[in-house]
C-alpha cells in the first residue's frame, strides 16, 4: 500500500488520536456514574453530567470514525494531488 496524499494522512491520524483520547478519558466516567447510581435515582446535576458525557463520547466515536475515513481516504489514488481535478 502507497500513501497517495500524505497530508491527508497526517490529519487523519491527528483527528483519529483526538476522537480515541476522548472516548479513552470519558468511558471510564460513564461507567463509574452508572455504578454508583444503580440502586439511586440521578438528581439534576448528575443527569447533566451524564448526559454531557454521553454526548461527548458519541462524538468521539463520530471523530474517530472520521480519522479513519481520511486514513482510507490518504491510499486512494483520487486524492493524489488533493481534491482539485
Not at 466515536?61 to 475515513?69: A, D, E, T
Request: glycine content about 10%; charged content about 20%.
Amino acid at each position: 500500500m502507497e500513501i497517495k496524499n500524505v497530508t491527508l494522512f497526517f490529519i487523519g491520524i491527528a483527528i483519529l488520536m483526538l476522537g480515541i483520547l476522548i472516548i479513552i478519558f470519558d468511558y471510564p466516567q460513564i461507567q463509574y456514574i452508572e455504578n454508583e447510581d444503580s440502586s439511586q435515582l440521578l438528581d439534576g446535576e448528575k443527569r447533566s453530567l451524564y448526559q454531557r458525557l454521553v454526548i461527548e463520547f458519541s462524538a468521539g466515536i463520530g471523530i474517530c470514525g472520521l480519522g479513519i475515513l481520511l486514513l482510507v481516504g490518504s491510499f486512494l489514488k483520487r486524492f493524489e494531488n488533493g481534491l482539485r481535478q
